[in-house]
Every structure is written in C-alpha cells, then in structure tokens.
C-alpha cells in the first residue's frame, strides 16, 4: 500500500534584546502542532544573529518532534500496542529549556 502526504512547517524567529525566539508550526492538512524555542545571548559576547537564530529554530523543531513522537506513541497504544522499550529510552544531550 502506497502512501504520499505532504506537510508543511513554518518558522518564525522573533528577536527582542538578546533573546531570539522561534515557533515551529506543523500543518497536516488534519493536525496542526506547535513548537517553542528560544536563545538568550549573554551580554558579554557578540551580537551575531544568526547564532541565536540557529539556537532557537532548533529548539523549537526539537520541541515539534517531541510532540510528533507523543502523538504517535499515543496513536500506536491506540490500536493495542503497548510501549516499546525505544519509547521509554531517555534522551542524550544537553537539557532544553521549558516552552516559551
């Protein structure tokens, strides 16, 4: 069984005296989802936009897949499929802070 879908996501950074923050918003053509990020630049360094653009788009795509992981494992326990062991494994690397 073939199946093509096509789904469109938007990002929008926003910058506001040294914190950029970003919205990632997913459309399904059914489903809309929304991730939140944000970078905050220390006073001391540079102004280079770019990193803080970087920092946040990735933050907010990183939420968004959270979120796609979520409803999937929900739609799989649906259907009468426990959680799997690679459900209930941590994630590695550095903390994300909370949604904005």
Do not use: C, S
């Not at 540079?46 to 907010?60: H, M, N, Q, T």
């Not at 209930?88 to 909370?98: K, L, V, Y």
Request: glycine share 12%; hydrophobic share 35%; net charge negative.
């Amino acid at each position: 069984m073939a199946h093509t879908a096509e789904w469109k996501v938007r990002l929008y950074l926003f910058e506001d005296e040294g914190t950029t923050k970003a919205r990632a918003v997913l459309h399904t053509g059914t489903t809309e989802l929304t991730g939140h990020g944000a970078a905050h630049r220390n006073p001391a360094d540079r102004d280079v936009p770019e990193i803080g653009d970087e920092l946040a788009a990735g933050r907010a795509m990183h939420d968004l897949g959270r979120q796609l992981l979520g409803v999937a494992q929900r739609d799989i326990e649906g259907m009468g499929a426990g959680a799997t062991e690679r459900w209930a494994r941590r994630e590695t690397g550095w903390p994300m802070p909370d949604q904005v």
